[in-house]
């Protein structure tokens, strides 16, 4: 089956540096996808790895293994905006959709 | 400014009165989907379009219809809504060959009693 895994929620303090874990079970894959959430709103899209390793895109950075069926999405200088919910998502081989994992809430606090 | 719309953002209706959530983009993308978002599952594609004329199925397609007259609009019709439908639902376009980047409308929160 194609599926991905990922905790349902993560608590950390401001200033602070967090890591989510996304794991996924799929026959073929293209790359792993990350996109956030804030209550109320749209999901809005982060990073995309298509090879393995590490992407940066200013406080947040998202890795990959393949090998592992492996990612994750670290976010540092935690900001009390940064309160949401972060999914991981990936297209499997041979099919035109996205397959998104049930969610991470993140709750920063003072 | 480049944008997915869609509306109504708020519906409550009744079992088996049919309706239409309208979707739009701006962007000219080729690819667009539909989702519903329920608590503890996350986004499930309902429909998904890759161009004009060209629809297919998610994952949840029961219930649902969709059409894609036009490139920028995608339209979610439930004919006969029924109470397991009431959810939170999301339109969602990209570029034809990065549908890693999904661009989504602001949510459209139907219930059906």
């Known amino acids: 089956g194609q599926s991905l895994e990922q905790p349902s929620e993560v608590t950390a303090v401001e200033g602070a540096i967090v890591q989510i874990n996304c794991t996924y079970q799929?026959?073929?894959?293209?790359?792993l996808s990350w996109y956030q959430q804030h209550d109320g709103g749209a999901p809005t899209f982060l990073s995309y790895?298509?090879?393995?390793g590490l992407e940066e895109t200013g406080r947040f950075s998202s890795f990959l293994s393949r090998s592992d069926s492996y990612g994750y999405l670290l976010l540092q200088e935690l900001q009390m905006k940064d309160s949401a919910s972060y999914f991981c998502?990936?297209?499997?081989?041979?099919?035109?959709?996205?397959?998104f994992g049930a969610g991470t809430r993140l709750a920063v606090h003072p | 400014e480049a944008q997915v719309t869609q509306n109504p953002r708020y519906l409550i209706t009744v079992t088996g009165k049919k309706l239409t959530v309208t979707c739009s983009q701006n962007?000219?993308?080729?690819?667009m989907s539909w989702y519903r978002q329920d608590p503890g599952l996350g986004l499930r594609q309902i429909y998904y379009?890759?161009?004009?004329?060209?629809?297919d199925k998610g994952d949840v397609p029961e219930g649902y219809k969709v059409s894609r007259k036009e490139k920028r609009n995608f339209p979610l019709i439930l004919e006969s809504p029924s109470p397991n439908q009431t959810s939170l639902y999301f339109c969602?376009?990209?570029?034809?060959?990065?549908?890693?980047?999904?661009?989504f409308g602001p949510g459209t929160r139907l219930t059906v009693t």
């Open positions: 998502a990936f297209r499997p081989g041979g099919y035109n959709k996205l397959i």
């Open positions: 799929t026959s073929g894959f293209y790359g």
């Open positions: 969602a376009s990209s570029p034809g060959q990065a549908l890693y980047e999904q661009y």
């Open positions: 962007m000219n993308h080729e690819y």
């Open positions: 379009s890759m161009n004009v004329e060209v629809t």
């Open positions: 790895n298509a090879l393995d």
